[in-house]
């Protein structure tokens, strides 16, 4: 059974950084392509950033395209998301998925189609 537990969420002031993390267990890491979404109030879920299994490869929103970095520790079985420079349109709860037979960009694009998710961690943005 598929578990993603985030982490690292929290208020941060605008020009802060945070960093994410995605604990995962039930499966094997290493065969799925993980990703970062978020969700604000009234707005529909969108894709943050996605990274592939094996090669690696990325795919950022170009609204976080610069300031946000994504890694993964197959061995560790974790996802990070590294957030600098955070301005107030990104607070939001951020969610972790999984994805079995994706790579980055269309997983983060049909985030609809994802099945596995985790349960979110708020971040707010503000002074």
């Known amino acids: 059974q598929v578990q993603l537990v985030e982490s690292g969420g929290g208020l941060v002031q605008p020009g802060g950084s945070l960093n994410l993390s995605c604990a995962a267990s039930?499966?094997?890491?290493?065969?799925?392509?993980m990703g970062w979404f978020r969700q604000a109030p009234g707005k529909q879920r969108e894709g943050v950033s996605c990274i592939s299994k094996n090669d690696g490869s990325t795919y950022y929103s170009e609204s976080v395209e610069g300031r946000f970095t994504i890694s993964r520790d197959d061995a560790k079985n974790t996802v990070s998301l590294q957030m600098n420079n955070l301005k107030p349109e990104d607070a939001a709860v951020y969610y972790c998925?999984?994805?079995?037979?994706?790579?980055?960009?269309?997983?983060?694009?049909?985030?609809?189609?994802?099945?596995?998710w985790g349960r979110g961690a708020p971040v707010t943005v503000s002074s």
């Open positions: 039930g499966f094997t890491m290493g065969d799925y392509a």
């Open positions: 998925a999984a994805s079995w037979g994706e790579t980055a960009q269309p997983m983060c694009v049909r985030w609809y189609a994802i099945r596995s």
